[in-house]
């Protein structure tokens, strides 16, 4: 069992910069790959980043490539996204999920029924 628990959100101005953290449980987080998920309100939940238990690969959707960065701290449990030149369209909650099983590949990263666990998520607000 891993608990996941975001913290990080908050609002800030377009352009502006957060760092969202997410926290896991349990002595198996290298066991595990992280993904982060956002979901605006009305809108499916969708894939942000990935990144494979070691933090040697990483893998990102088109909207947010070149803005954000997952890396990860397997010594202190934890998955970071570091989000940079944010737009109002990034506003929504964001999600990390830990997946135990399975090649680390985009086919895989990108599916939400990938992954075993789920935070509560941490909302992100930016304004115009």
């Known amino acids: 069992q891993v608990q996941l628990v975001e913290s990080g959100g908050g609002l800030v101005q377009a352009g502006g910069s957060l760092r969202l953290s997410c926290a896991a449980s349990g002595r198996t987080f290298s066991s595990y790959a992280m993904g982060w998920f956002r979901q605006a309100p009305g809108k499916e939940r969708e894939f942000v980043a990935a990144?494979?238990?070691?933090?040697?690969?990483?893998i990102y959707a088109g909207s947010v490539k070149g803005r954000f960065t997952i890396s990860r701290d397997n010594t202190k449990n934890t998955v970071y996204l570091q989000m940079n030149s944010l737009k109002p369209e990034d506003t929504a909650v964001y999600y990390c999920?830990?997946?135990?099983?399975?090649?680390?590949?985009?086919?895989?990263?990108?599916?939400?029924?990938?992954?075993?666990?789920w935070g509560q998520g941490t909302q992100v607000t930016v304004s115009s």
């Open positions: 990144i494979n238990r070691s933090g040697s690969s990483t």
């Open positions: 999920a830990a997946d135990n099983g399975g090649l680390f590949s985009f086919f895989r990263v990108v599916r939400t029924n990938s992954y075993d666990y």
